[in-house]
């Protein structure tokens, strides 16, 4: 069984930093691409950030330039360093590693608020 876990959210003013981190425990060999998503009221979880095994990135475009993901292999880790951060930045956001391109996984999700 493969879990998820995020850490690192909380409440942020405009301007302000943070770094959100994953592990992972289980029994795998190791994920193909670790992803970070994320999910304001109202709207449709959306891609933040990726990266795969052999150091693809992909950003979404309202986090470029501002976001950086960055991963452990060794510890099956994948974290995302947020700053200039805006009320816009404020959601829950999910970890997501993919085992393959039909088995992924999910975190429980960590809240991130910005206050303007």
């Known amino acids: 069984q493969v879990q998820l876990v995020e850490s690192g959210g909380g409440l942020v003013q405009a301007g302000g930093s943070l770094r959100l981190s994953c592990a992972s425990s289980g029994r795998f060999s190791g994920f193909n691409i670790m992803a970070w998503y994320r999910q304001a009221p109202g709207k449709q979880r959306e891609l933040v950030a990726l990266i795969g095994n052999g150091g693809r990135?992909?950003?979404?475009?309202?986090?470029?330039?501002?976001?950086?993901?960055?991963?452990?292999?060794?510890?099956?880790?994948?974290?995302?360093?947020?700053?200039?951060?805006?009320?816009?930045?404020?959601?829950?956001?999910?970890?997501?590693?993919?085992?393959?391109?039909?088995?992924?996984?999910?975190?429980?999700?960590?809240?991130?608020?910005?206050?303007?």
């Not at 330039?65 to 960055?70: H, K, L, M, N, P």
């Not at 994948?78 to 404020?90: K, R």
């Open 57 to 116: 990135i992909e950003y979404g475009d309202s986090v470029k330039g501002r976001f950086t993901i960055s991963r452990n292999n060794a510890h099956n880790a994948v974290y995302l360093q947020m700053n200039s951060l805006t009320p816009e930045d404020t959601a829950v956001y999910y970890c997501n590693a993919r085992l393959t391109a039909s088995v992924a996984y999910w975190g429980q999700g960590t809240q991130v608020t910005v206050s303007s």
